[in-house]
Structures are given as C-alpha cells and as structure tokens.
C-alpha cells in the first residue's frame, strides 16, 4: 500500500521532462509531445510536479494571461490517481493563483471526463460554455466544456 501522506508540490524543470512525459503518455488519449512542454516552458508558462520523496507522480500547466490563469494540463500518473494527488495540484495552483491577486482560473475538459469534471466540481469550477467538437476522440470529435473559478480578487 502506498503512502498517501500529501505529496510536496515543487516548479518543474526543463530536465524534468524525461520522468514527465510518460505521465502523460498514460494519463491522456491524445498526450500532448515534448515539443509542446519544451514551448510552455519558453514561453514562461507554471509547471508544477507532485512529488513523493523524489517520485514524481503528476502535474500541472498554466498559462497566465493579465489576471486570469488558464489550466492547460493536469495529469495524475494512473498507477497513483485517486489518491488526492489531483486535488492537491489543484488547491496549490489555486493558492498561488489567490496569492498573486488573480481574478480567475479558466480550462476546459472533455464532455466525457467525468473524473476530472468532479475534482474541478468540488473546487468551486462552473460551466460557463462548450466548444462543440473541439477535441478529437476515438468516435469522432467531442465538446469541450468550458470551466471558471472566481477567486476573491475578480
Ligand atoms: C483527473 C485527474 C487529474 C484526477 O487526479 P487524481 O489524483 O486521481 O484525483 P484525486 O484523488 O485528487 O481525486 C479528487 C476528486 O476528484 C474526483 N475524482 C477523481 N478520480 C475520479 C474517478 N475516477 N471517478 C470519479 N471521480 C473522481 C473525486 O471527486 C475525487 O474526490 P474523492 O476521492 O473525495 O471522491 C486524474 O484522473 C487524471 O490525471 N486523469 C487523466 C488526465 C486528465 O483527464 N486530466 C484532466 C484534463 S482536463
């Protein structure tokens, strides 16, 4: 049985990358390429990891925008998920995001992922549109639903 003490949240690095892509490889259909992680970090986006000792287990991407942030990616390795490393990233990205006076935190998460509608759910996120057929998926294309959460700044 694991520990399920809380993970420590920590900024990732560019040499993080080889121990990040195989999270997201499993954790997502359609994983995004290292060239894309390479662009976030140029372009000076969040990414934070969750880490137990020095295993890390899931992370974060945000990209700032004046005061709002917008959640890219939050992905949890599967071998760990449903072990509150999801909703530990997420109560850290929004302390921090409360701490640098940010109005609001966007994203958006396929109709049809149920997980992570709830954990968005239970942090306050509401649905505030949907972009029909924004993602690709197995079938076809699937809506994007399109998520907010107010912090006390906005
Ligand atoms: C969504 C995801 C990040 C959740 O991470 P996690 O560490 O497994 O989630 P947690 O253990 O912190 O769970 C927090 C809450 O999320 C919800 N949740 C998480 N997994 C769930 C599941 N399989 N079914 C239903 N609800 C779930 C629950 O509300 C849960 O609270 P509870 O355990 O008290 O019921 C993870 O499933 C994941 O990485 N999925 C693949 C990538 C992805 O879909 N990312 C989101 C893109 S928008």
Redesign the pocket.
């Known amino acids: 049985m694991p520990s399920l003490d809380p993970p420590v949240i920590l900024p990732l690095e560019r040499e993080d990358l080889p121990r990040l892509m195989p999270?997201e490889r499993a954790?997502?259909v359609y994983p995004w390429s290292e060239r894309v992680f390479q662009d976030c970090w140029q372009s000076g986006y969040y990414l934070d990891g969750a880490f137990r000792a020095n295993d890390l287990?899931?992370f974060s991407v945000v990209m700032p925008v004046l005061d709002e942030w917008h959640?890219l990616?939050?992905?949890?390795?599967?071998r760990?998920?449903?072990?509150?490393?999801?909703?530990?990233?997420?109560a850290y990205l929004l302390d921090q995001a409360e701490k640098a006076g940010v109005g609001s935190v966007w994203?958006?998460?396929?109709q049809s992922?149920?997980?992570?509608?709830?954990?968005?759910?239970?942090h306050g996120f509401e649905q505030v549109g949907r972009r029909r057929d924004y993602y690709p998926a197995p079938g076809g294309r699937e809506d994007a639903l399109v998520l907010t959460r107010r912090l006390q700044a906005g």
């Open positions: 999270i954790g997502h287990l899931g959640l990616n939050l992905c949890v390795s599967p760990v998920q449903r072990q509150g490393i999801g909703r530990s990233l997420l994203l958006e998460v396929r992922n149920d997980p992570a509608q709830q954990l968005y759910a239970a």
